[in-house]
């Protein structure tokens, strides 16, 4: 895999309002962010927690949003009500909707499975998928064997991740699950524990990092391993240490590799993004630990599904074992389903006389490329806002340059705005998730480019509306 | 809810080879166990862990089981091949075949799903849950409310609990993933993290416990919560605790309160197992938080669901906020089928003209009642092992007295056999889980009862085999 920076800290300072500023402990320039370990609770912001802070009365076809109170959010209009469909929660968009871009909720896909459902359609009957076990031949044994042969295919198709030639999958509930067990199979390597000498193994990445690792990692105070924050201000020793690299990263979007320069290291490579619709396929990743997602990947995030690409089968036997000892396992239903789903997704691109339509990541680039140009034109407009700017590379996959198009905008505030988050949320009602989350500074937010067009629309349109 | 025995440490001797001893501290009688926290690699045993230190041969009809390092095993035969079924890995019975009665996989449900499979049968089209959240005006918001309403509706049916009333569902990847939930939320309540002052909370049960708690407490090490074993030994000071109730209790089938005298308690009631084909309804359980499962309600492991009710809203909030960072929310596949299962159980007693085999609690009770008595019946000729007697108590549910029909047998070896699983395992090719990953001794080994017919057929004919 080519990347886009060798430069490795660089964050492009693509809007006039950022400064490059010189990285702690490694030779590239950044801009500096605030080593900032954020508490569990008020890390993982989620639309329930805050639009459960909206005070709201219940009408007769209005139902009340449940105060929460973890994330205590002030919002202007205090007493406003709030439609809310019954059944799924989600909110009717009018032009006073809050429009919650906080998590990365891949409903941008429904429209393509509403046109290709038939194809992932699954009927399970009462009687299957009843016990524990799914294969006693695997290593991973609740892993469904057809689950793991329609993942190998789809890297095959994809070629973005060494699948075959001896490596293990383990399955996870979700990808996030499959961080935890990497974080343990690492920290409980015999080396490492014995090098650690009971003391917990830092976890690092490169900042701006995705906000969920540092909550994941220190949310039961593990004696195994801790957060240590930015890769880049990291001073590693003599004992080890694990960096996580996410490529392309959450919440940036920019390809990295791992910054730490030490033989002592562990990397989990979470690639959840690295599929054709977000950015160029520019080789096979073949690293010792690589995580992806249903979610990101085909949308289903409801499904929870992940999987984790491991080359050592220790490391992948105690993976195992974290999943076995958490959940006992992971769903065997949603494995069912996504055997129909990943099916479906490499029938599209595999059969003759598969229409255009039924081609995913073309669905997902085509989308995302009319979002991001919207999204660049009224930034560009309104002058409020800088974002990173990419560059063309030629994807293998496409047979083509293409430019990548993240999941999420990480924006920039410039002017005399210090909270891009607050600033969004109280004046603009759209949830975003702030820097700080990432080891960032406020100036920044991150915005989910994912969700149904509508939320996307009305979230230009308040753009526009912006003026300082 | 009436208990059996209201010395709550009292296991009945009901084996000529147990002498009952005194607790340490508390003034009931029972038969004293060792405390022993296992280690967490050795203390999950698993079918695949134990089958895959065999070694054997790949054929054309058969496939290799790959040896697992982790638990090793000695068997008499190392070089015998083992057929394996490639996509399923279960084991097809013969004489001379491993019976795998370690881990509680319940396919004895299949044959009643096979029969009512249909009114269980479930269709997800592709465009279907695709989002993470389910309904964001409820505080768990990961719980589909299709499945909340089945759930306070099979309470409402059988009578074991108070879902009603404001009880708050938090549903759980299994009510493994809820226990530690329920650890999580219990030791980071403000008092409890006060009165701590940065220790972690001792967790404890009376032993014998089920072999999970000290492997799921001890796993990433928390500096949260610490288990600390057999509730009958533990001195309860000023400090808070946790004190996990299992009822009736898994391995040895008892109806227990709590052990321990304190006002500094927090307790946690497992209740997989109150069901009525388990164990005499007496009541309707009303604790602060209590923890179901789909896979011993029904049968359905492999849909890795269960749920937790819970008296207050902070304490479901915070288990909330543990699922949301352990794995973002829990299948929606599974909760859609799960719907559809615990409707099927509703609709066998509540709708007119279903049949007597669509009543999954009588099926239950007919095939546990002809399992235990058949195992009473050869126990008591070969007079190698011991079983606890239990009384008949009225069931509300059933509307007459029942006897308890647990899902583990608690086999006590008498005669010169110190270690129960070893000789069940390396003599008579059953495998079994020790006394000692449960606090108790050697002597005892826990054995599904909840395993196919011809499993549990051919371990009988093996128990009528021993002679010693």
């Known amino acids: 895999m080519q990347f886009m920076e060798s430069r490795q800290c660089l964050q492009k300072p693509s809007n006039p309002f950022a400064e490059p500023k010189r990285c702690l402990n490694c030779s590239c320039r950044h801009i500096r962010t605030a080593h900032f370990v954020v508490s569990i609770l008020l890390s993982i912001h989620n639309g329930g927690s805050r639009l459960g802070s909206l005070r709201n009365k219940a009408g007769s076809s209005k139902v009340q949003v449940k105060p929460k109170n973890l994330v205590k959010v002030e919002m202007p209009s205090a007493t406003q009500e709030i439609n809310v469909n019954e059944t799924t929660g989600s909110l009717a968009m009018s032009v006073d909707s809050v429009i919650n871009l906080d998590r990365g909720d891949p409903k941008v896909y429904e429209k393509f499975w509403l046109e290709n459902g038939a194809a992932a359609a699954v009927e399970i009957p009462g009687w299957q998928k009843i016990s524990y076990f799914s294969d006693l031949t695997n290593l991973c044994w609740f892993l469904e064997p057809d689950f793991a042969a329609e993942i190998r295919r789809l890297h095959r198709l994809v070629g973005n991740a060494v699948a075959d030639h001896g490596r293990h999958i383990v399955v996870g509930t979700g990808s996030s699950q499959l961080f935890l067990a990497s974080l343990f199979a690492l920290s409980t390597a015999p080396e490492v524990a014995v090098a650690c000498n009971g003391r917990p193994v830092p976890v ?56 730490v320069k030490s033989c002592n290291g562990k990397l989990i490579h979470d690639l959840a993004y690295y599929w054709p619709q977000y950015t160029a396929i520019t080789g096979a990743m073949d690293e010792d630990i690589m995580l992806f997602t249903v979610s990101k990947c085909t949308g289903h995030a409801g499904t929870r599904l992940g999987w984790a690409l491991v080359k050592d089968a220790e490391v992948a036997r105690r993976m195992t074992k974290f999943i076995e000892v958490n959940t006992i396992g992971v769903s065997k239903d949603s494995q069912y389903r996504a055997v129909r789903i990943l099916k479906a997704v490499c029938d599209g691109y595999e059969l003759e006389g598969a229409g255009e339509s039924a081609k995913l ?20 407009a309104n002058k409020v806002f800088g974002l990173m700017e990419f560059k063309k590379l030629h994807c293998e996959f496409m047979g083509k340059e293409t430019l990548p198009l993240p999941a999420f905008a990480w924006l920039e505030c410039g002017r005399d705005i210090e909270d891009c988050e607050s600033f969004l949320r109280q004046k603009h009602k759209v949830l975003t998730r702030g820097g700080k989350d990432f080891g960032a500074d406020g100036k920044h937010a991150r915005v989910s480019m994912l969700g149904r067009d509508e939320d996307f629309d009305m979230f230009i349109q308040r753009l526009k509306a912006i003026r300082l």
Do not use: Q
């Not at 930015?230 to 694990?242: E, L, M, Q, R």
């Open 204 to 259: 690092v990445s490169s900042a701006p990092y995705f906000s969920y690792y540092p909550a994941a990692t220190d949310l039961l105070k593990s004696g195994l391993f801790r957060w240590e924050g930015d890769a880049c201000s990291f001073h590693a020793g003599s004992t080890p240490y694990i960096e996580v690299v996410c490529s392309p990263r959450n919440p940036d979007g920019s390809a990295r590799t791992a910054i």
């Open 361 to 380: 990541f073309h669905f997902g680039r085509k989308v995302m490329a009319r979002r991001w140009e919207k999204l660049r034109e009224v930034l560009a």
